[in-house]
């Protein structure tokens, strides 16, 4: 997915990591702030940087709206490997 590519109605469909540029316009920051905030390590979520170019985490991004609980990816993993509680 590019910067200006149009977001999905359902935020699930994403890639696995999206530009900073597409998570800063689903939470509605500015880019340039977006970048000041992931250079200075407090964007809303957490930022990987590669090649020098800054991505975010599709799950991150979920959990951060709310949309997923923070935990329900390791739950799913743990309730597949038996540990269901």
Known sequence: MKANDPIPRNLEDLPPTVPLQVASRILGIGRDHAYELAKSGTYPVR?????????????????????????????????????DS
């Open 47 to 83: 930022v990987m940087e590669s090649k020098g170019r800054f991505k975010v985490s599709k799950f991150d991004l979920l959990a951060y709206l709310g949309a997923v609980p923070r935990d329900a990816w390791y739950r799913e993993s743990e309730c597949e490997r038996g540990y």
